[in-house]
Structures are given as structure tokens and as C-alpha cells.
T-cell receptor
Framework: DTAVSQTPKYLVTQMGNDKSIKCEQN?????MYWYKQDSKKFLKIMFS???????INETVPNRFSPKSPDKAHLNLHINSLELGDSAVYFC??????????????FGAGTRLSVL | SQQGEEDPQALSIQEGENATMNCSYK?????LQWYRQNSGRGLVHLIL?????REKHSGRLRVTLDTSKKSSSLLITASRAADTASYFC??????????????FGKGTKLSVIP
């Protein structure tokens, strides 16, 4: 069973469109994340939710809106897509709580291409 | 920033040789983690070292941490072709907003030639 699964794996769309990426974890973790990895492989955190509550919100355009219906799901909706949004988006989860054990588990990524 | 910066950016070695990757960061940390990313895949956790530890081993991996120099190293001994991947260090600590987070860099791309 896949621990952290995100869909779709590939997403090709036109500029200006709105799209969503879904993420689900079956590990029972309290905390979930969204990261963006650009073409230079730089992995940057975008958002983090703990038990459905937003705890990290880095400098990200407000066209990006995360939604966590329950602690096992964290979806990412992107409005008015731009060329610069092209990247690989990773979802991750961690147990939360004791920082000494706060290992993150990543999904396989969603490669977004904006044309 | 808390962000880890890996060095070198790319490393190519022969199978059987050892590979050493270095990481530097700028702020105080609670722990530091290393992750591996195979091409086209998500990151996989390798090892976590706490700020009060100096060295840690896991199989063929050896990690050191020097908090006075704000640096860490990852050594992979007796490398195999399957070790070919990108390796990221991730210092872990509290952000200005008080939440714990990891901050990744660009990674070191390791190529192990059979």
C-alpha cells in the first residue's frame, strides 16, 4: 500500500487554467506538507497543516490555496496558472509531535507543465 | 537561513569507492536529516542526527554533525550503482512563526559508475 499518494502524476495545462492536485496519506500522521521542486532541483516548502490547521504558509502567491478536509488529506488548488508554476509538486507527511522523530514521508510527486 | 547547502553539487565515482557529501547551514537546529531522491521519485529519509550527537551510523551510511561549524557530512562507503541519486540535507528547527520545519537545499547529485 502506498503510504503517501498524490494524483495526478502528470498534469499538462494551459496558462490561465485552474487545477488541483490531491494528496492522501494512510500513515495516521498529524502533519502534511506541500513542497515545490523547480528545474534546478531546489525543494522549497509551500504549506504545512497539522490536524487540518495551517501552521506554515511560506511566501506563496495567493493563487495557491491548500485545503485539508481531514488530517489524512491535503489538496492543493492553483488558480490562473502561470508559466512559472511549472515544477514538480511533492506532498509529504510526518508524525508531528516529538521533533526528534519528525521524519517526513514523501509522495512520488506531480509534474506540472504549464504551456 | 536554516536552509542546508550541499557540496559538491555533483559527484561521480566508481563502484566500490566511498562518496562524501557535505552540508552547511546558518541557524541553530534541533536535528539534521539526510534524504535521497532517485530520478523521478519522491524523497526517502535516510538518517536523522540530533543536535547533541556528533556521529551516527546506519548500514553503509555515516553522518557527522559539527554544530560549532554548522556543518554535516554524509559518507556512503563501498558505493553501488544503486546509490546513484540526489542527496539532500535538511536542517530541522523552529521557524520564526514557532513551527518546526525542515529546509532543503538543491542536493548533491551522485553518480556511481559500474
Amino acid at each position: 500500500d502506498t503510504a503517501v499518494s498524490q494524483t495526478p502524476k502528470y498534469l499538462v495545462t494551459q496558462m490561465g487554467n485552474d487545477k488541483s492536485i490531491k494528496c492522501e496519506q494512510n500513515l495516521g500522521h498529524d502533519t502534511m506538507y506541500w513542497y515545490k521542486q523547480d528545474s534546478k532541483k531546489f525543494l522549497k516548502i509551500m504549506f504545512s497543516y497539522n490536524n487540518k490547521e495551517l501552521i506554515i504558509n511560506e511566501t506563496v502567491p495567493n493563487r495557491f490555496s491548500p485545503k485539508s478536509p481531514d488530517k489524512a488529506h491535503l489538496n492543493l488548488h492553483i488558480n490562473s496558472l502561470e508559466l512559472g508554476d511549472s515544477a514538480v509538486y511533492f506532498c509529504a507527511s510526518s508524525p508531528g509531535g516529538n521533533v526528534a522523530k519528525n521524519i517526513q514521508y514523501f509522495g512520488a510527486g506531480t509534474r506540472l507543465s504549464v504551456l | 537561513s536554516q536552509q542546508g547547502e550541499e557540496d559538491p553539487q555533483a559527484l561521480s565515482i566508481q563502484e566500490g569507492e566511498n562518496a562524501t557529501m557535505n552540508c552547511s547551514y546558518k541557524t541553530s537546529i534541533n536535528n539534521l536529516q539526510w534524504y535521497r531522491q532517485n530520478s523521478g521519485r519522491g524523497l526517502v529519509h535516510l538518517i536523522l542526527i540530533r543536535s547533541n550527537e556528533r556521529e551516527k551510523h546506519s548500514g553503509r551510511l555515516r553522518v557527522t554533525l559539527d554544530t560549532s561549524k554548522k556543518s554535516s557530512s554524509l559518507l556512503i562507503t563501498a558505493s553501488r550503482a544503486a546509490d546513484t541519486a540526489s542527496y539532500f540535507c535538511a536542517p530541522g528547527g523552529y521557524s520564526g512563526a514557532g513551527s518546526y520545519q525542515l529546509t532543503f537545499g538543491k542536493g548533491t547529485k551522485l553518480s556511481v559508475i559500474p
